[in-house]
């Protein structure tokens, strides 16, 4: 059938199954639609709809799967990985109208959300009964809890309690033939394999999650955060090592870099020591006493690595504006340059000091400043690469410097992805982190889901042929790349 022709009868049955003003076709309609926070890619889509109840995404989901029309979930499109771009001849399902928290049971310690409640939204709900939902992700004033789930999304606190996938208990799930499915449970734990583990990070590719129950935990009696300045990049990142290695387990562990310090500081006024090379933000809860102690040590930790400054944030307001700078680091970098690609990587915590090095050289290379602010404490590396899109090539070259970001990270014994999913844009770095039969064993899984591929297709697996390709493309005389450094 012409694609116009389809298109037509799509929408018009689309909206026998929804009110028409939830249907939008007109391209000034799509257009907000057209990328998520990876901007450097967009496309519209044939169709936005934004559902309100359950019954109309499962009524839809039916239409597209009869009419064999490919369908991206969409949260709030603050994903970094392209895995809420649209396509072509797909329609986008917004879930931006299911807002609602259905529950908070302050006695089990959870909250049941419908999936486009903000992360923050949550917290700020349980605040009244002395609890708060712990993954922390710096986008969390915007950012959709269902959008964290598909994303596995983390944040700060991760590092002490855990990513999303630790800090959920039951999603309700809309299949691509419309089913609607109860993973998980609100016991501690449920028979069978764990579906909510795979659902947890599966990048809109498995099913569309329309409830969710989270865990919420009690706010720590206590909590301070210190800061360290350092005038050498290795001793910061030695420094998060023997942290850890001391037996504490900070609430947040964060490290910046010179120009991330420099644009937070010109953005946000958080205090931060102009005149170093990298600062580390270490924050530790807990009861006073547990405090008190950790405190101490962490100290200690920074001065008996050369710390240049080690300051305690003196009050509450203090540490608040602490960690006002870390959060707004993206759009404090975001004014150093017409553009930056963040990449997400993750290392084992023993490789920060030789991986940091390898980056300012990588930066050096491709003549691409690079701003790092990053979850030190996790070794989840945020390389920014600031680039100028409208400069020919610029783009390309960022894009090539962070594809042999990610191969360093693999290399090292790290992951292509910490936080922000692979979507489209980490699809070829998939190649080199899995081999042939674990693809198809990915494939096989999303097969038993969603056998003829309607679900986010061509985001977060790659086919074998296009690894091939990409293989081809990649390792050039057979010469591995960063073939000093020792594999795992
Ligand atoms: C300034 C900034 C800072 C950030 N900081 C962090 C951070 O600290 N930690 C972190 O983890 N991330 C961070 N992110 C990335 C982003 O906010 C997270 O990935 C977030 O989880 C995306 O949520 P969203 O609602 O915007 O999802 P979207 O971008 O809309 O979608 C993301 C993916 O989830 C799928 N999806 C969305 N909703 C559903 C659903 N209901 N059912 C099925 N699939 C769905 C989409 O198809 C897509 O693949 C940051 C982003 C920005 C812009």
């Known amino acids: 059938m012409p694609a116009g022709l389809q298109k037509t009868r799509l929408i018009s049955e689309l909206k026998t199954l929804l009110p028409p003003a939830s249907v939008y076709h007109e391209e000034e309609d799509l257009r907000p639609y057209e990328c998520d926070g990876l901007s450097a890619y967009r496309c519209l889509p044939m169709a936005v709809v934004l559902p309100e109840t359950i019954e109309q995404v499962q009524q839809l989901m039916r239409c597209c799967a009869r009419a064999q029309v490919p369908v991206v979930a969409r949260g709030a499109g603050t994903g970094l990985s392209g895995g809420a771009l649209p396509l072509e001849n797909g329609v986008l399902l917004s879930l931006a109208r299911f807002r609602n928290i259905l529950e908070i049971d302050p006695l089990a310690r959870s909250a049941r959300v419908q999936p486009g409640v903000t992360n923050l939204a949550i917290s700020a709900a349980a605040s009244g009964f002395d609890l708060y939902y712990a993954p922390d992700p710096s986008s969390q004033i915007a950012c959709s809890i269902g959008g964290n789930v598909a994303e596995n999304a983390g944040g700060v606190h991760c590092l002490k309690y855990g990513l999303t996938v630790h800090n959920i208990l039951q999603l309700k799930v809309v299949t691509v033939h419309g089913e609607l499915l109860t993973i998980g449970s609100e016991a501690l734990d449920s028979p069978g394999y764990d579906l909510l583990a795979l659902f947890t990070g599966s990048e809109g590719m498995l099913g569309i999650i329309v409830e969710i129950t989270v865990r919420l935990l009690p706010k720590p009696a206590s909590a301070r955060v210190i800061l360290a300045a350092f005038d050498d990049v290795t001793r ?10 001391a037996g504490i387990i900070p609430a947040g562990l964060e490290m910046m870099d010179r120009l991330a310090i420099r644009a937070v500081e010109d953005f946000v006024h958080a205090g931060y020591p102009l005149n170093a090379e990298a600062i580390l933000l270490c924050e530790v809860d807990g009861t006073a006493a547990e405090v008190e102690e950790h405190a101490t040590s962490v100290a200690q930790i920074m001065d ?181 450094l020792e594999r795992f």
């Open 236 to 245: 910061a990142a030695t420094a998060v090592g023997e942290i850890i290695a």
């Open 304 to 484: 008996g690595n050369g710390a240049t400054e080690v300051r305690t944030a003196r009050d509450e307001a203090q540490r608040l504006l602490f960690w006002k700078g870390r959060k707004a680091a993206f759009p404090a970098v975001g004014r150093l340059a017409p553009d930056y690609y963040c990449m997400d990587g993750t290392i084992p915590r023993r490789q920060l000091p030789a991986v940091l090095k390898n980056i300012s050289e990588l930066s050096a290379k491709y003549g691409l400043p690079v701003a790092n602010v990053f979850h030190a404490g996790d070794g989840n590396l945020h390389p920014l690469i600031l680039y100028d899109a409208n400069r020919p090539g610029e783009l390309q070259q960022a894009e090539q410097c962070g594809s042999e970001i990610l191969a360093l990270c693999v290399a090292v014994g790290g992951t292509i992805t910490g936080e922000h999913g692979v979507g489209m844009e980490k699809i070829n770095q998939m190649c080199f982190q899995f081999n042939s039969p674990e693809l198809t064993q990915f494939h096989a899984v999303k097969a038993a889901f969603d056998e003829q591929g309607l679900l986010n297709p061509g985001k977060a697996v790659p086919t074998l042929s296009r690894c091939a390709e990409f293989g081809a493309m990649q390792v050039h005389g057979g010469r591995l790349p960063f073939p000093d």
